[in-house]
């Protein structure tokens, strides 16, 4: 559309508008022959991805804040950031120069705030990555030869494939796809690995904790070995499988919502605390069977250790009540039911039960053996509960 400017006013009244509107201007000039003559104006329009409202939807669910540093003029930003959906008022948008010109504590106080900068050289963007990660873990994307600097003093440095050769240099990251939402779903990626592989430590560190005290201890109380060495090797087996699967488990948006980390503290405090339980578990499965025999102990107490570990896996996926934490994820059930079915089967065909020292269970014992477990269980969920509510109320870690 052509549009005839009468004078100066109608050309800033212009421009403000179309600033206020997103667009990029820029001025034209020709040569004449004799000199450079202004032709007009050009306005851009830089169009956001489709993807945008909800990569910026799903990233404030991941408790992410992005912020935009850029060169633009400040009603361009500004136009930019509430399309984008990252605006709600207009406090929340500053000029680089007129941040950084407030007093040093107001600056602390208010960066993490401010969701554009508008006007912002390449010093300018340095030194506010670095008062950023004062109070953030701090990724940044860029892609031109300016931002070397602060892809440089970023914890996080992202580029796209067609950025120039030296932010490529200076990149932790090259994206292949020119998308944010990548970046987004990286990020929940790695919080759901994250969460899967606490679920594995606290597993793990609970089921042998309680297996390794008991053994320990009930070799110290008979005269014989609680469990054969190929029982235990097979016990490991029967019940590692399923705790692999736990690497594609279901996680709960909980979990992802805000980032993790490895707590050493809440970890020794799980495992003692549920270990011992485990740990009292077994000991009534000693005391219940010992006396009878050597064989009848060594199968039951095999059988039990496998049913329990399974259960536990269900149980200990979530430090959050186990109706609110969600269903295990398919591989898991796939692998802990034949597990549980060849636990059962191993005792009762005479090869197997020859080959690795068992005998054939009484139903009397089987059934007291699952009664056991699942009242296991019940109480694990009972202490776990006022557990993780401590533990979350101490430190948000776990989940």
């Given at each position: 559309?052509?549009?005839?400017?009468?004078?100066?006013?109608?050309?800033?009244?212009?421009?403000?508008?179309?600033?206020?509107?997103?667009?990029?201007?820029?001025?034209?000039?020709?040569?004449?022959?004799?000199?450079?003559?202004?032709?007009?104006?050009?306005?851009?329009?830089?169009?956001?991805?489709?993807?945008?409202?909800?990569?910026?939807?799903?990233?404030?669910?991941?408790?992410?804040?992005?912020?935009?540093?850029?060169?633009?003029?400040?009603?361009?930003?500004?136009?930019?950031?509430?399309?984008?959906?990252?605006?709600?008022?207009?406090?929340?948008?500053?000029?680089?120069?007129?941040?950084?010109?407030?007093?040093?504590?107001?600056?602390?106080?208010?960066?993490?705030?401010?969701?554009?900068?508008?006007?912002?050289?390449?010093?300018?963007?340095?030194?506010?990555?670095?008062?950023?990660?004062?109070?953030?873990?701090?990724?940044?994307?860029?892609?031109?030869?300016n931002d070397a600097p602060a892809l440089k003093a970023a914890h996080v440095s992202l580029v796209v494939e067609s950025a120039a050769d030296i932010a490529r240099e200076t990149a932790d990251i090259v994206l292949?796809?020119?998308?944010?939402?990548?970046?987004?779903?990286?990020?929940?990626?790695?919080?759901?690995?994250?969460?899967?592989?606490?679920?594995?430590?606290?597993?793990?560190?609970?089921?042998?904790?309680?297996?390794?005290?008991?053994?320990?201890?009930?070799?110290?109380?008979?005269?014989?070995?609680?469990?054969?060495?190929?029982?235990?090797?097979?016990?490991?087996?029967?019940?590692?499988?399923?705790?692999?699967?736990?690497?594609?488990?279901?996680?709960?948006?909980?979990?992802?919502?805000?980032?993790?980390?490895?707590?050493?503290?809440?970890?020794?405090?799980?495992?003692?605390?549920?270990?011992?339980?485990?740990?009292?578990?077994?000991?009534?499965?000693?005391?219940?069977?010992?006396?009878?025999?050597?064989?009848?102990?060594?199968?039951?107490?095999?059988?039990?250790?496998?049913?329990?570990?399974?259960?536990?896996?269900?149980?200990?996926?979530?430090?959050?009540?186990?109706?609110?934490?969600?269903?295990?994820?398919?591989?898991?059930?796939?692998?802990?039911?034949?597990?549980?079915?060849?636990?059962?089967?191993?005792?009762?065909?005479?090869?197997?039960?020859?080959?690795?020292?068992f005998i054939q269970p009484q139903p009397a014992h089987l059934a007291l053996i699952l009664g056991l477990a699942l009242l296991y269980v019940v109480i694990n969920e009972i202490v776990k509960r006022p557990l993780?509510?401590?533990?979350?109320?101490?430190?948000?870690?776990?989940?």
């Open positions: 559309m052509e549009q005839k400017l009468a004078g100066l006013e109608d050309v800033g009244e212009w421009l403000a508008t179309e600033e206020r509107q997103g667009h990029r201007v820029l001025g034209v000039s020709y040569n004449d022959g004799e000199e450079a003559r202004f032709a007009g104006f050009v306005s851009f329009i830089d169009r956001l991805k489709d993807s945008t409202l909800e990569t910026v939807k799903a990233a404030r669910e991941l408790h992410v804040q992005i912020t935009i540093i850029t060169g633009d003029a400040l009603l361009v930003a500004e136009a930019v950031g509430r399309e984008a959906g990252l605006l709600t008022n207009a406090d929340e948008v500053m000029e680089a120069s007129a941040f950084l010109a407030l007093p040093g504590e107001e600056q602390l106080q208010k960066v993490g705030q401010i969701r554009v900068f508008a006007r912002t050289t390449p010093e300018q963007k340095l030194h506010l990555i670095e008062m950023l990660k004062l109070q953030f873990t701090v990724g940044f994307l860029g892609e031109g030869i292949l796809k020119n998308d944010l939402r990548v970046i987004v779903d990286g990020i929940r990626f790695g919080r759901e690995t994250h969460a899967n592989t606490l679920k594995y430590i606290r597993a793990t560190l609970v089921g042998n904790f309680g297996n390794f005290y008991a053994v320990a201890i009930g070799s110290l109380l008979i005269d014989f070995l609680p469990m054969l060495p190929k029982q235990l090797l097979l016990l490991n087996l029967l019940s590692d499988f399923p705790m692999i699967a736990i690497a594609m488990d279901n996680v709960s948006p909980r979990e992802v919502e805000r980032p993790q980390k490895y707590d050493f503290r809440s970890m020794y405090i799980i495992f003692i605390t549920l270990g011992l339980l485990s740990t009292v578990f077994d000991f009534i499965y000693f005391a219940l069977f010992y006396r009878i025999s050597p064989q009848v102990l060594q199968t039951n107490w095999f059988i039990a250790s496998v049913v329990t570990e399974l259960f536990l896996i269900i149980s200990i996926r979530s430090m959050l009540p186990i109706e609110k934490a969600g269903r295990p994820a398919w591989p898991i059930i796939a692998l802990s039911v034949p597990a549980l079915a060849i636990t059962l089967a191993l005792p009762l065909i005479p090869w197997t039960r020859e080959f690795f020292g993780g509510r401590y533990l979350r109320e101490g430190n948000g870690s776990q989940s």
